[in-house]
């Protein structure tokens, strides 16, 4: 029994240390570490260590990490949204982003209130840079775009964004978008 628990401090200590090199090169979502842990411990055999014991260690682990602030998920949450939202993603696009990462629906309400407290209009700014970046409604000739608003319609829907918001991006005129991307 005295081995045994030595092996497992040995391993608590080891998990520790991938967890920070792991941290160093990427920063994930409480969730996400836990997976890599589980991956990398369930794949090896770490003979004095159950494989049921295994979750709660990495449990232990993850919550002394979180305790000690080496990851955080609602500023993880936060700084995911900005830089979602600089690449023109849509309000529901970040959400389901947020859930897929394990993030806690406390922290993505959090989120998405301080996103529509800071531009209540977000998706309409976010769907001019999807228009931009893959040169469709109001950045096509205008000659082309009545035949391919179906089209952009989809792309738009694809990316997140409602009906509504979609059909006020598509119907903004060439001038009025000029003066927007300039303000982007």
Known sequence: IKNR???LEATVEEMRNFSFSYLEKFSPSKQQLKTYLLKKYLKSSVPSVKKENISDLVNLVTEDLEKTKF???R???ESKAKNLIQ??????KIRNYLISKGI????????INKI?????????????????????????????RPLFKKKDLGILA????????????????????????NLL
């Open 5 to 7: 628990k030595k092996t």
């Open 71 to 73: 990851i955080n998920d």
């Open 75 to 77: 500023f993880y949450s």
């Open 87 to 92: 690449k023109g993603s849509s309000i529901n």
């Open 104 to 111: 806690q629906d406390e922290h993505i309400k959090q989120t």
């Open 116 to 144: 529509k407290e800071q531009n209540e209009d977000q998706d309409f700014f976010s769907a001019i840079k999807i228009c931009k970046k893959k040169r469709i409604g109001p950045a096509r000739d205008e000659n082309n």
């Open 158 to 181: 694809r990316s997140g964004f409602d009906f509504d918001t979609s059909k006020r991006v598509l119907d903004v005129d060439k001038e009025e978008y000029l003066k927007i991307i």
